[in-house]
């Protein structure tokens, strides 16, 4: 069935999409191309084709919609084809501006992404040069366990805390403070508008799921089964670790609720259990931990928190490791009120008290909106990090030869200064939407620069056309944000590069994806086929 998915809101503008149909031409699955983006047959007998024609409101909404049928080629044949142009009416162009515009869930990504590299300065700082995001993951604490199956507690803070960028709403209320999250695994719920649920690891990393026998059975991307049909729902992995998501925590996004897990368990039955606060306490954060239970053998580790007790923030205060021969050990998390919002329920994290050692300390931006994203880092040991933002303003490829997809705004990582006792301080600064075809980014460093060129974004000028296949502007969604080539320059000479080229997984599911202005209609991977890398000209 044919869908038309025209961009995710439509401002200042009324697009017009009443097509006359000419042909049909072949074009690669897992494409989109022009006109009508996304049409797709499914591997059904008799299925036919449904052309939607629809025109826009200002808020994107469509408010006129007919159909017309069109006979499949080959029945029962998962196939995807084009319509020539008959009549079209181009947008007017819009340029650059910061609105109303909700996050993109590719261009906002938090977490990793194994389809690109990450700028890893420090071994717990990342920095994605395609989203813009930074992401620091610190262990707090890890403890071994049987055949590999280690515990670890980790603190993950992701630069991309806002859920808009018009009022800045923030993506959630975390009792591990403001763009930190501190948990071992949990779901987001599907909710009215959102059917999909999402599970989210530690990192802060997103992984949507897709139907496979029906909607309790579902699949991510990396091939994890969630079974929602089962009490409490169950995520296996395909080394054969389970989860099991027992409690009913925060509200997320959009009013759906997270679900946290209670229970890890390996195939050898090693296990973790995980208590929360609110289930005994009805004051306490939602998402805060009491206990964690590590069972190796006869052997049980126990960690314990608490948090702070106040009326208005509830967030977490102290770590407490104990059961073992070492006594006991304590972290302390030192949070306070956002200086701009002292009424506020959220907070801030400044500073992390580990049992030995100096502490860490964290700065958060608080004089010009948007507020609260990370200022500075000092470690330990005297060094400081210190970090600014700025807005980039992406493309999506136009499959559309007549105009330009719309703008899409993110907050980026712009600079990173790193300064220590008696080293001299360097500067990192993050160029992005840079080549001719606007989809690369540029990362400038003390000792050189790295240069990463990226799927989907940009395109040919003047409209940020897709590349042509047959002449033809092809868009495949599959490995949208995937990384394409990256080059490590001295100066201007080129001291390393790397290609890469993808081909499309077999289906994954039969579900549909927006991806930016398209809708993705099945789900595939994009797959490695060929990696070249180049040293020193060899």
């Excluded at 719309?406 to 993050?430: E, H, I, K, N, Y």
């Amino acid at each position: 069935m044919y869908k038309n998915c025209w961009s995710r809101r439509l401002p200042a503008r009324v697009a017009v999409g009443v097509f006359a149909l000419a042909s049909f031409s072949a074009v690669p699955a897992g494409a989109v191309s022009p006109i009508f983006e996304d049409w797709d047959l499914h591997a059904n007998p008799g299925v036919s084709l449904e052309r939607f024609e629809q025109t826009g409101s200002l808020t994107g909404n469509p408010v006129a919609t007919s159909t017309e049928q069109v006979p499949p080629d080959n029945p029962g044949e998962p196939q995807h084809v084009s319509a020539e142009v008959g009549s079209y009416e181009p947008a007017p162009a819009r340029s650059p501006s910061v609105d109303d515009q909700p996050a993109d869930p590719l261009l906002d990504a938090r977490g990793f992404n194994r389809y690109r590299d990450s700028q890893s300065l420090l071994p717990w700082e990342h920095v994605d040069p395609f989203t813009g995001n930074l992401l620091l993951t610190f262990t707090d604490l890890e403890l071994p366990g049987n055949a590999g199956f280690n515990l670890r507690i980790q603190r993950t803070y992701n630069s991309k805390i806002f859920a808009d960028y018009y009022w800045y709403f923030l993506n959630e209320d975390s009792w591990a403070g403001i763009g930190w999250t501190l948990h071992l695994g949990r779901v987001l719920e599907p909710g009215w508008v959102a059917s999909r649920a999402i599970i989210e690891m530690p990192d802060g990393s997103s992984h949507p799921v897709y139907s496979l026998t029906g909607p309790q059975d579902t699949m991510t991307r990396d091939y994890w089964r969630y079974d929602s049909s089962q009490n409490p729902p169950v995520l296996t992995l395909p080394n054969g670790v389970r989860y099991w998501f027992g409690h009913v925590g925060n509200t997320g996004p959009g009013g759906r609720v997270w679900r946290y897990v209670t229970k890890i368990e390996d195939p050898f039955g090693n296990r973790i259990d995980v208590e929360y606060m609110s289930d005994t306490d009805p004051s306490a954060p939602l998402d805060g931990i009491n206990h964690i239970h590590q069972r190796v053998g006869g052997d049980t580790r126990t960690i314990s928190f608490g948090y702070e007790s106040s009326t208005l923030r509830k967030n977490l205060s102290w770590m407490r490791l104990e059961g073992t021969s070492l006594g006991i050990s304590s972290w302390y998390y030192d949070q306070v009120p956002p200086t701009n919002h002292p009424n506020a329920t959220g907070s801030l994290l400044v500073g992390v008290r580990p049992p030995e050692g100096p502490p860490w300390g964290f700065d958060y931006q608080t004089t010009t909106v948007p507020y609260y994203e990370l200022e500075a880092v000092t470690t330990p040991n005297g060094a400081t990090i210190s970090y600014t933002y700025g807005w980039s303003f992406y493309q999506y490829c136009s499959v559309n030869v007549f105009s330009a997809n719309l703008w899409q705004d993110t907050r980026v990582l712009a600079t990173r200064t790193a300064v220590g006792p008696g080293v001299p301080s360097g500067q990192w600064t993050f160029l992005y939407r840079q080549g001719p075809r606007k989809d690369q980014t540029v990362v400038n460093t003390p000792c050189g620069s790295v240069k990463y060129t990226f799927y989907g974004i940009g395109g040919d000028p003047p409209n940020a056309t897709c590349s042509r296949v047959n002449n033809v502007p092809i868009f495949y969604y599959w490995k949208a944000g995937a990384q394409e080539h990256k080059e490590i320059l001295d100066n201007a000479t080129v001291v390393e590069s790397e290609e890469r080229t993808y081909r499309i997984s077999a289906i994954l599911s039969y579900d549909n994806e927006p991806v930016g202005p398209y809708l993705a209609v099945g789900i595939h991977n994009p797959l490695v086929e060929n990696r070249t890398v180049n040293r020193g000209g060899c």
